[in-house]
Nanobody, 118 residues
Framework: QVQLVESGGGLVQTGGSLRLSCAVS????????MAWFRQAPAKGREFVAN????????GYSDSVKGRFTISRDNNKNTVYLQMNSLEPGDTAVYYC???????????WGRGTQVTVSS
């Protein structure tokens, strides 16, 4: 069983930065993919970024590319999402997720709220 706990959300002004953390416990296999999603009020869940647990290539949605960076510290079993140049449209609950490559993300955290004021 894998457990994910997000932290680091909060209120920030437009143009500001936040770094989200996702603490991972349980057994993670090398072919697992880590991801961040977000869900704004009255909207569906949206993919933000992902990467392999072992590192290497990363993927981003067009809406965050160039502003957000996903990374991980395997020694700390933590995945990060560095968010720069934040905009009001980034306001959402951000979720960490993990799953085997090529399959659905089958483990999810409870989310952390990010609010960007204009």
């Amino acid at each position: 069983q894998v457990q994910l706990v997000e932290s680091g959300g909060g209120l920030v002004q437009t143009g500001g930065s936040l770094r989200l953390s996702c603490a991972v416990s349980g057994r993670i296999f090398n072919d697992y993919v880590m991801a961040w999603f977000r869900q704004a009020p009255a909207k569906g869940r949206e993919f933000v970024a992902n990467m392999y647990w072992t590192g290497g290539s990363t993927g981003y949605s067009d809406s965050v590319k160039g502003r957000f960076t996903i990374s991980r510290d395997n020694n700390k079993n933590t995945v990060y999402l560095q968010m720069n140049s934040l905009e009001p449209g980034d306001t959402a609950v951000y979720y960490c997720a993990v799953g085997p490559r090529g399959q659905s993300y089958n483990f999810w955290g409870r989310g952390t709220q990010v609010t960007v004021s204009s």
